[in-house]
């Protein structure tokens, strides 16, 4: 898979690219990171790519035809119809989870433009797939969101983690089971003993039932919506937002 970013500040992706599971991904080629500078794509000798907004108001608004100009050159022609997405990242689109970052990783080619300053031109929606946000608050840009957009898919990608590994962790569909990890008692507190037992069967049955259990405590909505109305388990029948 390839994600291409468009930002103004390719230089903040430095840090969290360069280590841990998103840099050995690159390494093994099971991913491929690009960026385009918004600024090459800039208007006259000083590379303008921002105006002030008509009608008035705070700040600086990035210009469509320079943000066209950068969609533009992200594309890749080779690329299958359906198989490349453009998205925009902003606080109008629809807000980030797990379930979207399965949608996008089967995309071969995935492009995120990072809007900054007081946003960009309105026009530039209709030239992108869509809009995503990560949550009901503002960012200075669209950097750090296309940073954790990335982290999400690249995991899922094949090859990265332990085989299988991603689909046992939180929200796919329920919260993760408790975890436990040397000294086996720390002050008063001890590790369940069913983990330590040796009996595979009994501990992932643990495991399914603890997973359960946690989820219907603190996030009763994620089996709400994991099951049709038949296949819900017992624990919960009513959708907890009603
Ligand atoms: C300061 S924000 C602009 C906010 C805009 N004036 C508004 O009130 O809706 C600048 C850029 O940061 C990014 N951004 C800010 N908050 C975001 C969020 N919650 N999710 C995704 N991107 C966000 C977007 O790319 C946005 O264009």
Redesign the pocket.
């Known amino acids: 898979m390839k994600i291409t970013i468009i930002t103004l500040f390719p230089e903040m992706f430095k840090g969290p690219f360069d280590h841990s599971i998103v840099k050995r991904a690159i390494q093994k080629d099971a991913i491929q990171i690009k960026f385009i500078n918004i600024r090459d794509f800039g208007i006259g000798k000083h590379k303008l790519v921002d105006d002030k907004p008509f009608g008035g108001g705070a700040?600086m608004i990035?210009r469509v035809d320079v943000l066209e100009k950068a969609i533009e050159k992200a594309k890749d022609k080779k690329i299958k119809k359906g198989k490349e997405k453009v998205f925009?990242?902003?606080?109008?689109?629809k807000v980030f989870n797990s379930k979207m970052a399965k949608k996008l990783d089967v995309l071969a080619h995935l492009i995120l433009?990072?809007?900054?300053?007081?946003?960009?031109d309105e026009r530039i929606k209709k030239m992108v797939d869509g809009e995503?946000?990560?949550?009901?608050?503002?960012?200075?840009?669209?950097e750090i969101?296309a940073m954790l957009i990335t982290d999400a898919v690249v995991r899922l990608q094949k090859g990265v983690i332990r085989e299988g590994a991603a689909m046992t962790e939180s929200f796919f569909p329920y919260l993760e089971y408790p975890q436990y990890t040397q000294p086996r008692k720390h002050k008063n507190m001890s590790v369940p003993a069913i983990l330590l037992s040796g009996n595979h069967k009994e501990i992932e049955k643990w495991k399914k039932e603890k997973a359960l259990a946690i989820t219907k405590k603190l996030r009763p909505d994620l089996i709400f919506e994991s099951h049709s109305d038949e296949k819900r388990p017992k624990v919960i029948e009513k959708d907890p937002e009603n």
């Open positions: 700040g990035l925009l990242l902003g606080p109008h689109g433009l990072c809007g900054h300053y007081e946003g960009v995503i946000s990560i949550g009901d608050f503002i960012l200075t840009g669209g969101p």
